[in-house]
């Protein structure tokens, strides 16, 4: 599979927004050739601002350019961008319901070598929690940019979850993205998979695996974490009625706990929440990472069927 | 005995060389910074701070607050050399399993005081330490090391006020005056001059030095620890990258590893440099 980077289709998408619609204006905080609004940087320098090592700063800054009418997007790594300035983000971005665009890079445990402090596996969590907040996981680079441009005609906050490593390509170029809606990737009658970025494409390998074996899953891309779509899971939930969530996250808030509350009331089935254990991570390769806490598809499959195993046959 | 100005030289270089191989060796990491740090770093370990490789939890200690935590080369290389863990070790730095994470954790390795790796938190904490110290009467004092770009965290200023208006005088901020953070010149994101007119409006004791300036490191150290009523801020002016041509003032190397080639030809530069040290030069 062809795999490309989320955080180039972002960097791309804002050079190409801002050419279209002079309201587009872009904020950094000293990481802008790693997040990549350089390339906006460099066409629009006069919409581009660097606030430099100060991400709260920057916040409060897109949230009074939204005030007057422009459409900021500010960007910097997952961890900054939303636990350093997490009470600017709260009173002047949700609040206030500013038309800010958090669009942020190397969440999770991919972010790799740089280790604990570093790799994000709270954001989602935190950032669900804030009310108006919109919360976007894209499963690969063309959603990505889909998601981007929703974003930019979306009134109000958005927060979108990129990552440092490319991911294997899933859609075709322009796909549809809607807020609120889980694109369901592969029909299955057995067990569900609900997944949010990096861990779209490895359910998806593990159902594969799964499906030699003759069980046969079905995979939901929740990239809109927030709002979620209950009547798609709800009704896989139904159909093959035991789930299991898959995210490169914290098991406690993240994408599993928000499927489990969204399913509860009208379908409380079985679930499995697989994820980041009440712990942090740690430096090594994003390969080794991936492996060491149990996210790749092999060990996807294997927790899967023990949970099938255990809850049905 | 303290030890000589050419031990110390000798060590940062020997260290230097450390730095450009476990970035080498990662593949990833911070270089410059770490190498803008460490003459700094290594005046303190080697003849400022009172500490114990032995007994890294000794409650009478000095400590250090590595705030700009991506130097943790540097860290990790004095302390590797002081005797905190074996120089082997060093090789493993950023592999998974390693006690030598990619910033500095606390929990993970002796001689670490606190983590960092997010920054701008660094002066609070040692802020922390300076009054706790004193409270406790066990009389250690605290350093505390900052890059220019990090400079621009609000937090960074909110302790240099608390600091400044309690007039914690064991404490002793260190700027790493690189002049570069990532996306280029600290002075073309944020103007950061005049820089110890500030801090001194702030109620610090500042002094600016060359921070690769063996003597004037240590001079200014010891006007830190024998100023009463105020902390000291050492605005130390560094180049990013120093010791090695091609990385020296060179933004590429904040957060890019050397690669094979351009290791070799760094480590025969500091070779070349240990050579004359030796010879007394
Ligand atoms: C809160 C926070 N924001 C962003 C970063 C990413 N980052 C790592 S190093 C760096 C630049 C720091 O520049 P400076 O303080 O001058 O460091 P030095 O030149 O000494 O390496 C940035 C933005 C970070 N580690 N922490
Ligand atoms: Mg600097």
Same mark, same amino acid.
């Given at each position: 599979?062809?795999?490309?980077?989320?955080?180039?289709?972002?960097?791309?998408?804002?050079?190409?927004?801002?050419?279209?619609?002079?309201?587009?204006?872009?904020?950094?905080?000293?990481?802008?050739?790693?997040?990549?609004?350089?390339?906006?940087?460099?066409?629009?320098?006069?919409?581009?601002?660097?606030?430099?090592?100060?991400? #709260?700063?920057?916040?409060?800054?897109? #949230?009074?350019?939204?005030?007057?009418?422009?459409?900021?997007?500010?960007?910097?790594?997952?961890?900054?961008?939303?636990?350093? *300035?997490?009470?600017?983000?709260?009173?002047?971005? *949700?609040?206030?319901?500013?038309?800010?665009?958090?669009?942020?890079?190397?969440?999770?445990?991919?972010?790799?070598?740089?280790?604990?402090?570093?790799?994000?596996?709270?954001?989602?969590?935190?950032?669900?929690?804030?009310?108006?907040?919109?919360?976007?996981?894209?499963?690969?680079?063309?959603?990505?940019?889909?998601?981007?441009?929703?974003?930019?005609?979306?009134?109000?906050?958005?927060?979108?979850?990129?990552?440092?490593?490319?991911?294997?390509?899933?859609?075709?170029?322009?796909?549809?993205?809607?807020?609120?809606?889980?694109?369901?990737?592969?029909?299955?009658?057995?067990?569900?998979?609900?997944?949010?970025?990096?861990?779209?494409?490895?359910?998806?390998?593990?159902?594969?695996?799964?499906?030699?074996?003759?069980?046969?899953?079905?995979?939901?891309? *929740?990239?809109?974490?927030?709002?979620?779509?209950?009547?798609?899971?709800?009704?896989?939930?139904?159909?093959?009625?035991?789930?299991?969530? #898959?995210?490169?996250?914290?098991?406690?808030?993240?994408?599993?706990?928000?499927?489990?509350?969204?399913?509860?009331?009208?379908?409380?089935?079985?679930?499995?929440?697989?994820?980041?254990?009440?712990?942090?991570?740690?430096?090594?390769?994003?390969?080794?990472?991936?492996?060491?806490?149990?996210?790749?598809?092999?060990?996807?499959?294997?927790?899967?069927?023990?949970?099938?195993?255990?809850?049905?046959? | 005995?303290?030890?000589?100005?050419?031990?110390?030289?000798?060590?940062?270089?020997?260290?230097?060389?450390?730095?450009?191989?476990?970035?080498?060796?990662?593949?990833?990491?911070?270089?410059?910074?770490?190498?803008?740090?460490?003459?700094?770093?290594?005046?303190?370990?080697?003849?400022?701070?009172?500490?114990?490789?032995?007994?890294?939890?000794?409650?009478?200690?000095?400590?250090?607050?590595?705030?700009?935590?991506?130097?943790?080369?540097?860290?990790?290389?004095?302390?590797?050399?002081?005797?905190?863990?074996?120089?082997?070790?060093?090789?493993?730095?950023?592999?998974?399993?390693?006690?030598?994470?990619?910033?500095?954790?606390?929990?993970?390795?002796?001689?670490?005081?606190?983590?960092?790796?997010?920054?701008?938190?660094?002066?609070?904490?040692?802020?922390?330490?300076?009054?706790?110290?004193?409270?406790?009467?066990?009389?250690?004092?605290?350093?505390?090391?900052?890059?220019?770009?990090?400079?621009?965290?609000?937090?960074?200023?909110?302790?240099?006020?608390?600091?400044?208006?309690?007039? %914690?005088?064991?404490?002793?901020?260190?700027?790493?005056?690189?002049?570069?953070?990532?996306?280029?010149?600290?002075?073309?994101?944020?103007?950061?001059?005049?820089?110890?007119?500030?801090?001194?409006?702030?109620?610090?004791?500042?002094?600016?030095?060359?921070?690769?300036?063996?003597?004037?490191?240590?001079?200014?150290?010891?006007?830190?620890?024998? %100023?009463?009523?105020?902390?000291?801020?050492?605005?130390?002016?560094?180049?990013?990258?120093?010791?090695?041509?091609?990385?020296?003032?060179?933004?590429?190397?904040?957060?890019?590893?050397?690669?094979?080639?351009?290791?070799?030809?760094?480590?025969?530069?500091?070779?070349?440099?240990?050579?004359?040290?030796?010879?007394?030069?």
């Amino acid at each position: 599979m062809a795999s490309k980077g989320t955080r180039d289709a972002y960097g791309k998408t804002l050079l190409e927004l801002g050419r279209d619609d002079k309201r587009i204006v872009a904020l950094d905080a000293d990481l802008s050739s790693s997040t990549r609004t350089v390339l906006f940087a460099k066409a629009f320098p006069e919409r581009f601002f660097n606030a430099g090592v100060a991400e #709260a700063d920057m916040i409060g800054t897109a #949230a009074g350019l939204a005030s007057v009418g422009l459409i900021p997007f500010a960007s910097t790594f997952a961890v900054f961008g939303t636990g350093r *300035c997490y009470d600017q983000i709260r009173q002047a971005v *949700c609040i206030s319901q500013s038309n800010v665009k958090i669009v942020v890079t190397h969440g999770g445990i991919t972010v790799g070598e740089d280790g604990a402090t570093h790799q994000m596996i709270e954001d989602v969590s935190l950032m669900s929690g804030l009310p108006n907040m919109r919360v976007i996981v894209p499963a690969d680079a063309h959603q990505a940019e889909a998601a981007v441009r929703l974003a930019a005609r979306t009134d109000g906050p958005f927060f979108i979850r990129l990552s440092r490593e490319k991911f294997p390509v899933i859609y075709e170029e322009n796909p549809k993205f809607e807020l609120g809606k889980a694109d369901i990737l592969r029909e299955g009658k057995d067990l569900t998979f609900v997944a949010m970025g990096l861990m779209v494409s490895n359910c998806l390998e593990a159902s594969e695996i799964l499906s030699k074996e003759g069980i046969e899953a079905e995979v939901i891309n *929740c990239a809109s974490v927030k709002p979620i779509d209950k009547q798609t899971l709800v009704a896989s939930a139904k159909k093959t009625g035991i789930i299991v969530t #898959a995210e490169e996250h914290s098991v406690i808030g993240g994408l599993g706990s928000q499927v489990l509350s969204a399913i509860s009331e009208e379908c409380p089935v079985p679930l499995k929440t697989l994820g980041i254990e009440d712990r942090f991570g740690l430096s090594g390769k994003p390969g080794e990472l991936v492996k060491y806490f149990e996210l790749d598809p092999e060990s996807i499959a294997r927790k899967a069927k023990e949970f099938l195993g255990g809850k049905k046959r | 005995m303290p030890p000589s100005i050419k031990e110390i030289e000798k060590t940062a270089c020997q260290i230097r060389k450390e730095i450009v191989k476990m970035t080498n060796k990662a593949q990833s990491g911070h270089p410059g910074g770490s190498l803008s740090a460490i003459d700094i770093v290594a005046c303190l370990f080697m003849a400022e701070m009172k500490h114990d490789p032995k007994n890294p939890g000794w409650e009478e200690r000095d400590r250090f607050v590595l705030s700009k935590g991506h130097a943790s080369p540097a860290l990790y290389g004095i302390l590797a050399f002081e005797g905190y863990f074996p120089k082997e070790e060093l090789m493993t730095f950023r592999q998974l399993g390693s006690r030598l994470q990619g910033h500095p954790e606390k929990l993970m390795l002796p001689g670490v005081e606190i983590t960092t790796g997010s920054l701008g938190q660094g002066l609070s904490v040692a802020n922390g330490m300076a009054l706790g110290l004193k409270l406790r009467g066990l009389g250690g004092r605290v350093y505390c090391l900052i890059g220019d770009g990090e400079m621009q965290e609000g937090q960074v200023w909110e302790a240099i006020q608390s600091a400044g208006h309690r007039g %914690t005088d064991n404490l002793c901020a260190i700027l790493d005056r690189n002049r570069l953070q990532i996306d280029g010149k600290v002075e073309d994101i944020k103007k950061e001059e005049p820089i110890v007119e500030k801090l001194a409006a702030f109620g610090w004791n500042a002094i600016r030095i060359d921070g690769h300036d063996y003597r004037a490191i240590l001079e200014a150290l010891k006007a830190a620890r024998e %100023t009463k009523g105020k902390p000291t801020f050492i605005v130390a002016d560094t180049v990013k990258g120093k010791g090695v041509s091609f990385m020296e003032n060179n933004v590429d190397f904040h957060g890019k590893a050397a690669t094979d080639e351009e290791c070799r030809k760094a480590l025969e530069e500091l070779d070349g440099r240990l050579e004359m040290i030796e010879k007394g030069n």
